[in-house]
């Protein structure tokens, strides 16, 4: 089993920069992909960024492209995501995940990931 822990979040205003943080523990993550989502009441869990293992690769949605960079140190097992130029649009429960399969892709469904964070609210006023 692998743990995720959460860390950051909070509210801010418009234009602001928030990081999250995401530390894992339990089995050793450094070869599989990982991923950051968010999702408000009502709506569907969405893909925000991913990154490959070795930080080869990354992938961003549309609406966060040049506002959030997303990043891993597996030396210490960690994923963060800094977001920047924040709008009251990015206000939502953010989650990280982990995907449990070996393969150099970034996968935007939820459904591709295996492990979950709890969530940390993020939220940002005009």
């Known amino acids: 089993q692998v743990q995720l822990v959460q860390s950051g979040g909070g509210l801010v205003q418009a234009g602001d920069s928030l990081t999250l943080s995401c530390a894992a523990s339990?089995?050793?993550?450094?070869?599989?992909?990982m991923g950051w989502f968010r999702q408000t009441r009502g709506k569907e869990r969405e893909f925000v960024a991913g990154?490959?293992?070795?930080?080869?690769?990354?992938n961003y949605a549309d609406a966060v492209k040049g506002r959030f960079t997303i990043s891993r140190d597996n030396a210490k097992s960690m994923v963060y995501l800094q977001m920047n130029s924040l709008e009251p649009g990015d206000t939502a429960v953010y989650y990280c995940a982990l995907r449990w399969r070996l393969e150099v892709s970034i996968p935007s469904m939820p459904n591709e990931y295996t492990y979950w964070g709890q969530g940390t609210q993020v939220t940002v006023s005009s």
């Open positions: 990154i490959t293992w070795n930080s080869g690769q990354t």
């Open positions: 339990g089995r050793p993550v450094n070869t599989f992909t």
